[in-house]
């Protein structure tokens, strides 16, 4: 099957010489400025983590429903524990998305919230985040070098910010839909995805000739995507994707499926100004000045998160 997406090894960045560093920022900012989407190899999060912690979310997602629903507080509009099925979706659509899902994110910025039931569930969680964390910051740092700025552009930025690892579990399909997909065509929010191999497919992107396309990573491969707050920050140039998750052929309708997707999210204050180099004539701004803070805000009222 063709690779709808190109491919890149993180550790020409990381561990390359400087002709290997330069090759991975051109091919990563090559994808993400025709694509908007690329898969990373020696990305250097670890698989048994991955392993372990999708474990623990199926064991949570499998509890009954009145102990999930404890997991849920609204006044934290699903930044933190548990979002019970039917209460997000697409901010062009007010049909939910099939989901349910668990956020946690840094503790210094809103406490996470703990599963008495399975405590290793968070703890695995935080893990696997910091370890997400990591791998984006050098993304970032490629990004930076591909855009002409510091290398260190996105580091402080970045340090304790408003990042999430979401673990989402879209239940078997009982009957038929009423319009509804696992998950409606959508951008993200943030500056990067990165997001771990589900355990079904029917993630597909949406290309420039309006075609629908599946993503099918490789084993051991993290697929990564521009969001809208990076989109902004350089006027379009990297582009955030349309992407949704579609429901299964019928006879697969009885199989649940996981993913577990990190946003990486700047410090609320980081200024989403558009880079003054990546104005020009033929991309004159495109938009208004706002910070992370207000423009996430902004965003999770569109998709009822937030009242």
């Known amino acids: 099957m063709k690779r709808v997406i190109p491919t890149v090894d993180v ?15 051109k091919e990563l900012g090559t994808a993400f400025s025709s694509v908007g989407f690329v898969g990373i190899i020696n990305h250097g999060v ?11 979310a199926k064991a949570f997602f499998a509890l009954p429903r009145a102990v999930k629903n404890q997991y849920e507080i609204p006044e934290l509009a699903g930044q933190r524990g548990f979002t019970s099925f039917g209460k997000e979706h697409a901010k062009h659509t007010d049909v939910a998305d099939l989901k349910e899902f668990y ?3 840094q503790a210094k910025v809103i ?38 700025l510091p290398e260190d552009y996105f580091d402080a930025k970045i340090e304790e910010g408003s990042s999430i690892l ?12 009423e319009s509804a997909i696992r998950a409606e065509q959508h951008e993200d929010i943030n500056l990067i995805t990165l997001l771990v191999g589900a355990s079904a497919g029917g993630l597909q992107l949406l290309n ?5 396309l599946s993503v099918i990573p490789e084993a051991n491969e993290i697929v990564v995507n521009v ?3 990076l989109q902004r920050l350089t006027n379009n140039y990297l582009r955030s994707t349309t992407h949704r998750v579609v429901n299964p052929p019928r006879e697969m309708w009885h199989l649940p499926r996981l993913s577990i997707p990190f946003f990486l999210h700047p410090r609320a204050e980081m200024d989403l100004t558009s880079l003054p180099n990546c104005i020009t004539e033929d991309r004159p701004l495109a938009y208004e000045p706002i910070t992370a803070g207000d423009y996430l805000d902004e965003r999770l009222r569109e998709i009822g998160l937030k009242k």
């Open 11 to 25: 550790s020409q960045f990381l561990g390359g010489n400087e002709a290997e560093k330069a090759e991975f920022v």
């Open 46 to 56: 670890a698989q048994t983590l991955i392993d372990d912690f999708y474990t623990a």
């Open 103 to 105: 956020q946690l994110g």
């Open 111 to 148: 406490p996470n919230v703990e599963v008495v039931e399975l405590p290793e569930f968070v703890q695995l969680g935080i893990e696997l985040y910091q370890s997400f964390e990591t791998a984006g910051a050098a993304l970032l740092q490629a990004i930076a070098l591909y855009l002409n």
């Open 166 to 177: 979401r673990a989402i579990h879209y239940p078997p399909i009982t009957k038929e839909p």
């Open 208 to 212: 420039k000739q309006d075609e629908w």
């Open 227 to 229: 969001g809208d707050m």
